[in-house]
T-cell receptor, first 114, second 115 residues
Framework: AQKVTQAQTEISVVEKEDVTLDCVYE???????LFWYKQPPSGELVFLIR??????QNEISGRYSWNFQKSTSSFNFTITASQVVDSAVYFC???????????FGTGTRLQVFP | NAGVTQTPKFQVLKTGQSMTLQCAQD?????MSWYRQDPGMGLRLIHY???????DQGEVPNGYNVSRSTTEDFPLRLLSAAPSQTSVYFC??????????????FGEGSWLTVV
């Protein structure tokens, strides 16, 4: 069975701190995709990144970076120098190679205080 | 958002009433789906469609009905609303470009309360 676990329910940090959101997944597929979405207080879901299971290179986009490790089935997300605008719920999701269905984790609520 | 439109944004229903959540996308995407979001449970797939005339059940389909008569539209019908269907509903769409892992784009959500 496929599963995504986000063990951190809520994280609070002070602005400018670095923060890492953990994501652990389970799948028997050899080809799959991993996603991160952001849900700000306004409620919409914002796509952040998609990662192919064959591409284990870490990715950096501005203050955001992602660490994909197949050996530990993890796809962690780090925000460097956090800002109040980063306050949101962040979802990690898993997708099999042959479907567009997403399996979501339960989300991590990040609160960044000034 | 990338062209997925949901209506209404907010709705209050009485138990037993029926209603339809509308979803339309203008990206010519083949794949469309409906998810519900409940506290502490993330998003769960209700129904999905891989193209006009084709629909299938997701993880939590009971109490919901869908149809896909056009590529653009994928309405979700609540047949007889129950308080357990109080949730936030998201419509999503994606292209069928399998080689790159299909990015799924979500609508802005519909907040439904059943009293």
């Amino acid at each position: 069975a496929q599963k995504v676990t986000q063990a951190q329910t809520e994280i609070s940090v002070v602005e400018k701190e670095d923060v890492t959101l953990d994501c652990v997944y389970e799948t028997r597929d050899t080809t799959y995709y991993l996603f991160w979405y952001k849900q700000p207080p306004s409620g919409e879901l914002v796509f952040l990144i998609r990662r192919n299971s064959f591409d284990e290179q870490n990715e950096i986009s501005g203050r955001y970076s992602w660490n994909f490790q197949k050996s530990t089935s993890s796809f962690n997300f780090t925000i460097t120098a956090s800002q109040v605008v980063d306050s949101a719920v962040y979802f990690c999701a898993l997708q099999s190679y042959n479907t567009d269905k997403l399996i979501f984790g339960t989300g991590t609520r990040l609160q960044v205080f000034p | 958002n990338a062209g997925v439109t949901q209506t209404p944004k907010f709705q209050v229903l009485k138990t037993g009433q029926s209603m339809t959540l509308q979803c339309a996308q203008d990206m010519n995407h083949e794949y469309m789906s409906w998810y519900r979001q409940d506290p502490g449970m993330g998003l769960r797939l209700i129904h999905y469609s891989v193209g006009a005339g084709i629909t299938d059940q997701g993880e939590v389909p009971n109490g919901y009905n869908v149809s896909r008569s056009t590529t653009e539209d994928f309405p979700l019908r609540l047949l007889s609303a129950a308080p357990s269907q109080t949730s936030v509903y998201f419509c999503a769409s994606s292209s069928a470009d399998r080689g790159y892992g299909n990015t799924i784009y979500f609508g802005e959500g519909s907040w439904l309360t059943v009293v």
